[in-house]
């Protein structure tokens, strides 16, 4: 039973091109998070929600637009796509506003062809 | 601006020894700091977390040192195995507005038989 489960595992797209991530956590967590991690492996923050409110928004591209319906799901759309856009996506979650430890997805792996 | 920073280069023992990592930080004062691992094609797995106001942390064969002075945390794999090699993660997380967990870049650890 995955506790953060994240999809598609893999993505191939164009330049151009607009494409979501989907993320849901089965853990009662109240807040989750999207992290990028680039080719030379640096995971950073890019959104946090805590209840379904935006709670960490790092200097990302307005391209990059996260979803929380609820308490278990943050999605991820990104508009626009960029070559530089080409990362594995990770997903994550915790309790207690962020004061523990995260758990995190299998991650998505997106390629900007 | 905020800086973590980690053994770059790969770190390679003997099984049976022990293995030390370093993480030094600057420009940041974490509420507390965690450890994860992450192995290729993984999302990264929670270790260990230390309070500021702790000096060390044990769980089975792996401790946790913090020194806020130095601005520090050392991370032991004592009588290592094969199967904990592995890039090791130090992250640091702090309130700003909502906590923060930021990352290093990692330390390859490699444990030969």
């Known amino acids: 039973d995955t506790a953060v489960s994240q999809t598609p595992k893999y993505l191939v797209t164009q330049m151009g091109n607009d494409k979501s991530i989907k993320c849901e956590q089965n853990?009662?967590?109240?807040?989750m998070y999207w992290y990028k991690q680039d080719s030379k492996k640096f995971l950073k923050i890019m959104f946090s929600?805590?209840?379904?409110?935006?709670?960490i928004n790092e200097t990302v591209p307005n391209r990059f637009s996260p979803k929380s319906p609820d308490k278990a799901h943050l999605n991820l759309h990104i508009n626009s796509l960029e070559l530089g856009d080409s990362a594995v996506y990770f997903c994550?979650?915790?309790?207690?506003?962020?004061?523990?430890?995260?758990?995190f997805g299998e991650g998505s792996r997106l390629t900007v062809l | 601006s905020q800086k973590i920073e980690q053994n770059s280069e790969a770190l390679n023992i003997q099984e049976g020894k022990t293995a030390t990592l370093t993480c030094n930080y600057t420009?940041?004062?974490?509420?507390?700091l965690q450890w994860y691992r992450q192995d290729p094609g993984r999302g990264p797995v929670f270790l260990l977390l230390?309070?500021?106001?702790?000096k060390e942390k044990r769980k089975e064969r792996l401790k946790v040192t913090f020194d806020t002075t130095l601005k520090q945390s050392l991370f032991h794999v004592t009588a290592s195995q094969p199967a904990d090699s592995a890039t090791y993660l130090c992250?640091?997380?702090?309130?700003?507005?909502?906590?923060?967990?930021?990352f290093g870049a990692g330390t390859r650890l490699f444990v030969k038989a």
């Open positions: 994550a979650s915790s309790q207690g506003g962020g004061t523990g430890e995260l758990f």
């Open positions: 420009n940041y004062s974490p509420a507390y």
């Open positions: 929600y805590n209840n379904k409110e935006l709670i």
């Open positions: 853990l009662g967590h109240d807040t």
């Open positions: 230390i309070r500021e106001n702790e």
């Open positions: 992250a640091p997380s702090s309130n700003t507005g909502g906590f923060k967990t930021i």
